[in-house]
């Protein structure tokens, strides 16, 4: 019978054919171990000399890696891998034989494997990494789903900038001069006074020349926009939804969690209500913990985030930022207008700024003040300005950064190995 790895649990002591690639290989004069994958998983194939025709051992010993091929055998269960099964393989069947394939059991360097990103997708770890990124995603929507929202996709070729100018990538739309999207926030607006409570799920693009290990050019957010809803009631969403992806995660994807060696006591802790500390009392923290040049109206950058996070085992809500450093759409807070209605929501482990989100401007006056005030004239925006002329109510959004959020639950480094064809300031190869 015809099965997949993820599947072998349903047949044990049966004898089965899988279609795989040989991952890595040992073996003496009487045994050869394979490491086979399939894509859905990793296992280990057992040929016993003295138990297959003569030709089954002399293939085994020589199959060269990433083979492909149909292999035949018993599964057992075995108690010492993770994975808990390994197949007594009878036969074999080459399908394509691989020569030379250049990423081997050895080290190799980070430019070397990302100039081999689409082989190297193929390796445990990757897979590992990939699989969290796919748990991310499917209880994102279910999270969004079970709640009452609408999933509604903005448009990705846009006329109008939601996160400043400076960071777009420009394009030619027939004669006019069109951008790609770098946040979908302003059509979810519009959206959520359709729908009431949306949600996005899509790509965006940044042309900053930041190279360090949270930014990519393209990456992919969520966004989350909510009517009749402020600021605090927002916070509440956010980190429901933070609580439930990890949960998620830590119930699905054990054998993922263990590969990546990730420690899961940090995971585990992690539950809403998340603390909240504004941005003054940000930089109360960070003068004490020796960062005495920073003044009141600057912007965090990473390592101030991760000074206030150390702080916390939990992540952490930044409140109340400068008006002045923030996005022409965030509300001032009405008791004290030189602060927004706003929050970032910082990650433990020096994993950064995972949410951005804030109460949205609902008064039309203001919200003309502040396009004025931020040079956004042009027909490219009246629309945005229309939602606050026909039945305005407050409202609020999110947008979560994924390849940031993945790096942090499965605890790698850098955002390059959380998305399959990172898009990096020096890199658009693979
Ligand atoms: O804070 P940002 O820029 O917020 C917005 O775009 C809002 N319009 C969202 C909204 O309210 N609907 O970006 C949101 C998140 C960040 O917190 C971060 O996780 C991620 O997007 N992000 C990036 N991730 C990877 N590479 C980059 N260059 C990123 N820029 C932002
Ligand atoms: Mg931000």
Not at 43 to 69: D, H, L, P, R, Y
Not at 185 to 191: G, P, R, S, T, V
Not at 325 to 339: H, L, Q, S, T
Not at 341 to 361: K, V
Request: net charge negative.
């Amino acid at each position: 019978m015809k099965t997949t790895i993820d599947q072998v649990s349903n047949h044990v002591g049966q004898e089965v054919t899988i279609g795989v690639w040989l991952a890595n290989k040992r073996s003496s004069g009487k045994i050869a171990f394979l490491q086979l994958r399939d894509g859905t998983g990793f296992m280990q194939g057992v040929v016993v000399k003295a138990e297959v025709a003569e030709e089954t051992f002399q293939t085994a010993k020589n199959i060269t890696q990433e083979t492909s091929m149909y292999v035949t055998g018993i599964v057992v269960e075995d108690s010492r891998s993770p994975f808990g099964y390994e197949l007594q393989v009878k036969e074999i069947e080459i399908l394509h034989e691989s020569v030379d394939y250049p990423i081997t059991p050895k080290e190799h360097g980070t430019e070397f494997l990302m100039d081999h990103r689409h082989l190297w997708l193929r390796s445990k770890k990757q897979h590992a990494v990939m699989k969290i990124r796919n748990e991310i995603i499917r209880s994102t929507y279910e999270f969004y789903n079970n709640n009452g929202f609408v999933k509604i996709d903005p448009p990705i070729l846009t006329g109008s900038a939601a996160e400043g100018t400076t960071e777009l990538f420009h394009t030619q739309y027939f004669d006019e001069e069109a951008y790609l999207s770098q946040s979908g926030q302003l059509y979810m607006e519009a959206a959520a006074m359709a729908f009431g409570k949306v949600f996005s799920f899509g790509p965006t693009f940044r042309a900053e020349k930041s190279k360090t290990r949270r930014h990519l050019i393209e990456f992919w957010m969520i966004e989350p926009e909510m009517a009749f809803m402020d600021h605090e009631e927002s916070l509440v969403v956010q980190e429901q939804f933070v609580t439930y992806v990890i949960q998620s995660v830590l119930k699905n994807c054990k054998l993922e969690l263990n590969t990546l060696e990730r420690d899961t006591t940090k995971l585990e802790k992690i539950q809403a209500p998340f603390p909240r500390i504004t941005y003054d009392k940000a930089i109360e923290l960070l003068k004490e913990k020796g960062f005495t040049d920073i003044e009141w109206g600057e912007d965090f950058g990473a390592p101030h985030e991760t000074a206030i996070a150390e702080s916390f085992d939990m992540p952490v809500f930044i409140t109340h930022y400068p008006t002045d450093i923030k996005a022409f759409y965030m509300k001032p807070d009405p008791n004290r207008p030189e602060v927004v209605l706003c929050a970032d929501l910082i990650a433990p482990e020096g994993y950064g700024e995972i949410i951005g989100g804030s109460q949205r401007i609902d008064d039309l006056a203001l919200m003309e003040e502040r396009y004025e005030a931020h040079n956004l004239t042009g027909d490219a925006y009246r629309w945005y300005l229309e939602l606050r002329k026909y039945g305005s109510v407050p409202h609020a959004g999110f947008g979560l950064g994924l390849e940031r959020t993945v790096a942090w639950i499965s605890g790698v480094e850098h955002v390059r190995e959380t998305i399959p064809f990172p898009r990096l300031l020096n890199r658009l190869y693979p």
